[in-house]
Each structure stands twice: as structure tokens, then as C-alpha cells.
Nanobody, 126 residues
Framework: QVQLIESGGGLVQAGGSLRLSCAASGRTFRFNAMGWFRQAPGKEREFVAAISWSGEPTYYADSVKGRFTISRDNALTKNTVYLQMNSLKPEDTAVYYC?????????????????WGQGTQVTVSS
């Protein structure tokens, strides 16, 4: 069983920054990609960013390129993925979910993924 626990969400003004963290524990897949999706009210869950097990390559949705950076720490005691979000916009407001799978990218269908965190709310005020 895999547990994914997100943290770091909150309320921020437009132009501000937040860093999300996702710690994986339990039956972890150290050679899996890890990534982030988000879901705004009334909208479909959408891909945000993903990172391979080695740290390269990384993938981003066009809407966040140049503003968000995904990274990971594969140390045995951490196994954590981060999402640094800068220059936040009101349209970034959503619940952000961490996930893991052997392969993740912009064309990944979220409905086919098995492991999700509980989600963390990000709210950007204008």
C-alpha cells in the first residue's frame, strides 16, 4: 500500500508563491515517476507537472511553464516530491493532488492512476 501525503497549500495573493510537498511512504515505488494534478470546482482534474524517478526529464502543463518547478528527493528517509509555484494567478486556484506511476506526463489520463494523496487546497486571490 502506498501513502501519499501532501502539504503546503494555503491562501496567497496573485503574484505570490507557495511550495507544495508530497511525502510517499509504505510500499513506495522508488523508480516511479511522481507528479501533480489539480482540480478546480466544476472542472476536470488536469495534469500540472511530473518528474521521472531520476529527476529528468520533467514535464509541465503549458499553463504553468516558467512559473512552476517540480523536484524530488529520493533519499530513503524522504521520498518526497515538491512543487514550487511562483507568480501565482487566480486561475491556479484548485485542489492539488500528488500521484505516482511508472510513467507520468501531459497525456496521462488521471482516471487510470491508482495512487493519490488527499489533496491540498491552493487559493489565489486577485
Amino acid at each position: 500500500q502506498v501513502q501519499l501525503i501532501e502539504s503546503g497549500g494555503g491562501l496567497v495573493q496573485a503574484g505570490g508563491s507557495l511550495r507544495l510537498s508530497c511525502a510517499a511512504s509504505g510500499r513506495t515505488f522508488r523508480f516511479n515517476a511522481m507528479g501533480w494534478f489539480r482540480q478546480a470546482p466544476g472542472k476536470e482534474r488536469e495534469f500540472v507537472a511530473a518528474i521521472s524517478w531520476s529527476g529528468e526529464p520533467t514535464y509541465y502543463a503549458d499553463s504553468v511553464k516558467g512559473r512552476f518547478t517540480i523536484s524530488r528527493d529520493n533519499a530513503l528517509t524522504k521520498n518526497t516530491v515538491y512543487l514550487q509555484m511562483n507568480s501565482l494567478k487566480p486561475e491556479d486556484t484548485a485542489v492539488y493532488y500528488c500521484t505516482t506511476d511508472p510513467i507520468l506526463g501531459p497525456t496521462t489520463d488521471w482516471a487510470h492512476l491508482s495512487y493519490w494523496g488527499q489533496g491540498t487546497q491552493v487559493t489565489v486571490s486577485s
